[in-house]
């Protein structure tokens, strides 16, 4: 224990309790530290006679390594003056001129308590009566209610082709091209909790093995073409998976496998506006497919993408309560849970027709 530390701050198991705003105590409590490494104690002993954490332990043991004791020490408190002597003088000047002098009405600026520009006229009790201008006769609102208005609501039909949005969806029925909706999940270790079904009085729980690293990203891909007549509109899917987060490389590289998988035939990509979607390699690569046309829908509008409809297909389904041993499980999963998709038409119908949007 620190000399002028009380037993009240250390707790049962010895840990000691921090002391916030008192600088001192903790400077004290760093050089105490650093003459334990000077005996040369580890920083697990260090840690366990003053009762912090290892990472604490860790991060004085760096700090005692770059600079030795004068290193745990506090650097400074607070920020330094931003101005020098003579802009200080300066200021002090210009306010002692008063707030005449610098173009205002009066001097009713309070610097401080009875001092010059005090205004101790204006203390005092609330007056006795209300004081209320009179009222202009064309400047008053009257207190009747106006008409009633609309009420705040999204407009029903979200076509999207409308201006400045998906323009290059207007051609596709010209070029007999596929409407391919790309969007991106990702998943991690820690399983998706959904409702389920478990004997009366024992709730389930979930255990899983939580580590840190790069969550895994889902990449799916929905085509579809409007059949002849009244036949239903040809689907098509497509996944792909990776660790980390995907990029203008991973983009180009999917869509390059989705021209590979289609036979280069005209796709119209409609996708949201990820600032990766934007990016001038991935435009410039574009430009040099023929087969290939980039649109994008509004900005938040995740009720207009049928990808939506996949993921919560998915992580209601394969991956929902499951707790993957390690990635290689949750990647399996997700593929599992893929194929069951791919192979189902009508699911992939239905999650277009879960949109406001018609082919």
């Known amino acids: 224990m620190l000399p002028g530390m009380s037993q009240s701050a250390v707790t049962p198991k010895g840990r000691v309790l921090r002391h916030p705003g008192d600088l001192q105590w903790l400077e004290r409590r760093r050089m105490q530290a650093a003459d334990l490494f000077a005996q040369g104690k580890t920083k697990a002993e260090v840690a366990g006679q003053l009762g912090v954490s290892a990472q604490t332990a860790g991060r004085w043991y760096a700090r005692w390594r770059g600079g030795g004791a004068a290193g745990m020490r506090t650097a400074r408190q607070g920020k330094p003056a931003q101005l020098g002597p003579a802009e200080q003088a300066k200021v002090r000047r210009v306010l002692d001129r008063g707030a005449v002098a610098a173009g205002f009405d009066n001097d009713a600026v309070d610097p401080g308590a009875r001092r010059r520009g005090d205004p101790a ?11 209320l201008a009179p009222p ?11 008409p009633q208005g609309r009420r705040a609501r999204r407009g029903g039909d979200c ?8 323009a290059d969806q207007a051609n596709a029925q010209t070029r007999r091209a596929r409407l391919c909706f790309i969007d991106e999940s990702g998943v991690k270790l820690t399983p998706p909790v959904r409702r389920t079904w478990a004997p009366k009085g024992k709730t389930p729980v979930l255990r899983h093995r939580y580590r840190r690293g790069k969550q895994i990203s889902m990449c799916g891909l929905l085509a579809y073409r409007p059949g002849d007549g009244d036949a239903d509109p040809a689907t098509w899917m497509g996944f792909d998976l990776l660790e980390g987060a995907y990029d203008t490389r991973q983009f180009i590289r999917v869509l390059d496998g989705l021209g590979h998988q289609l036979g280069h035939q005209p796709v119209t990509v409609i996708w949201d506006n990820l600032g990766a979607h934007h990016a001038g390699d991935l435009h410039a690569w574009a430009a040099t497919q023929p087969w290939l046309e980039l649109a994008y829908l509004p900005s938040y509008a995740p009720e207009l993408d049928p990808v939506e409809g ?5 992580k209601g389904c394969e991956l929902a ?10 990647i399996a999963t997700a593929q599992v849970g893929s194929i069951r998709a791919r192979r189902d038409p009508d699911l992939l119908r239905s999650f277009l027709a879960g949109t406001p949007l018609t082919l």
């Open 159 to 166: 076509p999207v082709g409308c201006r400045g949005v998906a």
């Open 136 to 146: 202009q006769e064309d400047a008053v609102e009257p207190a009747t209610p106006g």
């Open 121 to 131: 006229g204006d203390r005092g009790g609330a007056p006795s009566r209300a004081r």
């Open 321 to 330: 309560n499951r707790c993957c041993a390690d990635r290689t499980e949750l």
């Open 310 to 314: 996949l993921w919560a297909n998915l």
